[in-house]
């Protein structure tokens, strides 16, 4: 099982849609999850951050967070093709204390 | 505030020759990472550092790769020498401190290396 799991995608939306991003994770005792945003050729940009269940809402963004489940999510609400990119996932590991980055999902907004 | 600085930017050199990058942090952040990203993956950890110290290189190949961090400030990571699987991005990564649950990491904008 690799430590964190995300669709490769290519996920395409329509302009103005809600995008949902997920992510599920191997190991039960991190507390730090992130959400990285990278666009084609450039590294990757910290767009959220989340620490407990539940739901953390910065502008257009939310992050939502199931310890139980193993299992953050992204939503993107009114999807723009500025945000085409590929969103990377990451927590960091309980044991080793890295930083743990998934493959990503490459996000298609199209006007 | 300014970002993560690195350089260069790019580089091409043929195999078995030598490579450096150098990275400055933000200013003020303690811990310092180099990570490698090939396409189509997420960033892997090679080395941290707290302040001078090298915390974690488990993951950094001794026997070509080195890296310093003299001053607790910029930092260089070495690559001699170079093999073709060294293609890949570098990217240099800082945090304010890395016990902190509330940790986040910045990446500067990368040095992508090409090895013929």
């Known amino acids: 099982q690799k430590e964190v799991e995300q669709n490769s995608g290519p996920l395409s939306v329509p302009e103005g849609a809600i995008a949902s991003l997920n992510c599920t994770y191997s190991?039960?005792?991190?507390?730090?999850f992130f959400w990285y945003r990278q666009y084609s050729g450039k590294s990757p940009e910290l767009i959220m951050s989340?620490?407990?269940?539940g739901d953390k809402e910065d502008g257009r963004f939310t992050a939502q967070l199931n310890k139980a489940s193993q299992y953050v999510s992204l939503l993107i609400r009114d999807s723009q093709p500025s945000d085409s990119a590929t969103y990377l996932c990451?927590?960091?590991?309980?044991?080793?204390?890295?930083?743990?980055f998934g493959t990503g999902t490459r996000l298609q907004v199209f006007p | 505030e300014a970002g993560v600085v690195q350089s260069p930017r790019y580089k091409i050199i043929e195999k078995k020759q030598p490579v450096a990058f150098w990275c400055n942090p933000i200013s003020g952040h303690n811990t310092l990472y180099w990570y490698l990203q090939n396409l189509g993956q997420g960033p892997e950890l090679l080395i941290r550092?707290?302040?001078?110290?090298?915390?974690?290189d488990s993951q950094l190949p001794k026997d070509r790769f080195s890296a310093e961090r003299l001053k607790g400030v910029d930092s260089t990571l070495k690559i001699q020498p170079a093999e073709l699987g060294d293609s890949a991005v570098y990217l240099c990564?800082?945090?304010?401190?890395?016990?902190?649950?509330?940790?986040?990491?910045?990446f500067g904008p990368g040095t992508r290396l090409t090895v013929l």
């Open positions: 190991d039960r005792g991190s507390q730090s």
């Open positions: 990564a800082s945090s304010l401190e890395q016990g902190s649950t509330y940790n986040e990491q910045f």
């Open positions: 550092y707290e302040n001078e110290e090298a915390v974690d």
């Open positions: 989340i620490y407990s269940n």
């Open positions: 990451a927590f960091r590991s309980y044991n080793t204390d890295k930083l743990i």
